[in-house]
């Protein structure tokens, strides 16, 4: 995943500083070159030589080692890797950034690279609220620092909140899609995401329990492969990623012509819960009760189905179209007819009875595609998603070479 990748790793200090070691093993397995940084404060929390040890480096930890500086003076050492990282990054060391500060090795290379910088902080909670960490953080996004934000849970100062450094898996990945390989690039793909609206009155309207999690997530994992993604979104409760084009709309009506808007496209994936019905003739203003207490009616007519009218257009059908199928009984074979009644290529089904999978974290699905049927086990949206943006890869790569 990394091979040829060069990573300059700084640890500044503070406790969550042995993490740090997992992490340099992770980025070895992944094949990275580790270029192991220390900061005075770090050597008391972890040793020079266990850092040299896993990174089979030598650690570079003094600005003023006239030695080193013959050899490979800072600013070049700044510049060998593809990526510095600054993991964990104390409150200290954040403001030091924030201020273009260089008073040791370590803040005077982040001041002189050129290369990407990520940052996982890690700090004790009141810390990490304190509004001048706030600001230092807000100023360093805007620098363009890549920040890894930490999790709540219990820290080893005995208070418990938002500050913990992020599992050195999470800091491997965001490092993985600032530098894997980008298979997708010059690929545009459209995803629909989220819940639609549909309006009663001005004031009213039809939705449903759709997060927008699952949308988001493969937006997201398509861009990390380099894609240009649309993301045509109804009102989720999620953000949308970065690094995607977003089209917000409210109604099917409105999905389905910015999709159709965004054609051509090499892949389209369909995730978003689309109202199938919406009210025929939305009031003007808002309706009142009367005063025999009588209900009003709603007459309720079709949606276009988005999916199918994509999957069969005349001319600029994407090369690959894939559905989702939400349903609570028979999934599979559900999910086969509506593959076909539909027009798709895959169709991603999903089991949302009760098991609080619509709007939770984790996702339980079955991909069904002309050659058969794979059942993936319960795993985090997210990796749902790169699963997903792997089979498209490997799609469009089969179609491209005429398979
Ligand atoms: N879909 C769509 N436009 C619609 C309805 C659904 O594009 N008007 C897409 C969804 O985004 C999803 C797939 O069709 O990718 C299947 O959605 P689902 O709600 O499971 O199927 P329905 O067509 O609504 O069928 P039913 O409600 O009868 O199960």
């Known amino acids: 995943m990394l091979a040829n990748r060069t990573v300059t790793l700084i640890v500044t200090g503070g406790i969550a500083a042995y993490k740090a070691l997992e992490l340099v093993r992770l980025l070895r397995q992944a094949g990275a070159r580790v270029i192991p940084v220390m900061t005075r404060a770090a050597e008391s929390f972890v040793t020079p030589l266990s850092l040299a040890a896993l ?112 599992a050195p898996e999470a800091v491997l990945a965001a490092i993985a899609r600032l530098l894997g390989p980008k298979p997708l690039a010059g690929r545009h793909v459209i995803v629909t995401s989220g819940p639609t609206r549909e309006p009663i009155d001005p004031v009213r309207f039809i939705a449903n329990r759709s997060s927008g999690r699952q949308g988001a997530a493969i937006a997201r994992a398509l861009a990390d492969l380099g894609a240009d993604v649309t993301f045509v979104t109804g009102p989720a409760e999620v953000p949308p990623p970065a690094g995607v084009r977003v089209v917000p709309v409210e109604t099917a009506a409105e999905m389905l012509a910015a999709v159709e808007e965004a054609l051509p496209a090499d892949a389209a994936v369909f995730a978003a819960a689309v109202a199938d019905w919406r009210v025929r003739q939305a009031a003007s203003s808002k309706i009142k009760k009367t005063p025999d207490g009588a209900p009003p009616t709603l007459r309720m007519i079709e949606n276009p189905d988005i999916l199918a009218a994509i999957s069969r257009h005349p001319d600029m059908r ?66 749902v998603a790169r699963r997903l943006a792997e089979r498209i890869v490997a799609a469009l790569e089969r179609q491209e070479g005429g398979g």
């Open 55 to 166: 990174a089979e480096e030598e650690v570079h930890r003094d600005l003023f080692d006239l030695t080193r500086e013959a050899r490979m003076g800072h600013i070049a050492l700044s510049r060998a890797a593809d990526l510095v990282a600054v993991v964990p990054a104390s409150a200290d060391f954040l403001a030091k950034m924030a201020h273009g500060l260089a008073d040791d090795l370590a803040s005077t290379m982040v001041l002189a690279t050129d290369t990407p910088v990520l940052v996982a902080p890690a700090m004790n909670v009141r810390m990490w609220q304190h509004p001048a960490t706030r600001r230092n953080l807000a100023r360093l996004r805007e620098d363009g620092v890549h920040v890894v934000p930490p999790e709540e849970g219990a820290m080893a100062c005995g208070e418990t909140g938002e500050g913990r450094l992020a």
């Open 318 to 383: 994407p090369p690959l179209v894939v559905g989702f199928a939400a349903e609570t009984d028979d999934v599979l074979g559900n999910a086969r007819a509506k593959r076909v009644r539909k027009g798709c290529d895959w169709i991603v089904a999903n089991d949302v009875g009760g098991t609080g999978i619509m709007g939770g974290a984790e996702n339980e699905v079955i991909l069904v595609t002309a050659e058969g049927e794979e059942r993936w086990p319960r795993m985090t949206k997210e990796e």
